[in-house]
């Protein structure tokens, strides 16, 4: 048995609220959907992974989701754009990435990241 992917499931009251954020923000498409659960991702081959975590990095929260990006200051633009908070950064990290958090709009921590 091999493992082919693995989703992260986020519990919201209406999952209509998530497309500005994951779908127009971050440019995911929609993958599915059935009215109570929406999947939203990309078109690219996405390699299996899961993180364990004691801390966030740098004295942070653990992040409820990690999304790497291609270009991280025009995701830090569009969240700005967006009037969303910026929870933590951002901030060039020692072990390689250039990354910020921010809270979706349902109070998950979202680390928003890009290797250098």
Known sequence: MKVKRIVANIAVADVAAARRFYGELL?????????????????????????????????????DLSVEVDDLDEALRRVREAGIAIAYGPAEEPWGVRRFFVRDPFGRLVNILVHA
């Open 27 to 63: 440019g995911l498409n929609v993958k599915m959907d059935h009215g109570w659960i929406v999947t939203y991702g990309n078109d690219e081959a996405m390699s299996v992974q899961v993180s364990v975590a004691s801390e966030g990095g740098s004295g942070t929260a653990v992040p």
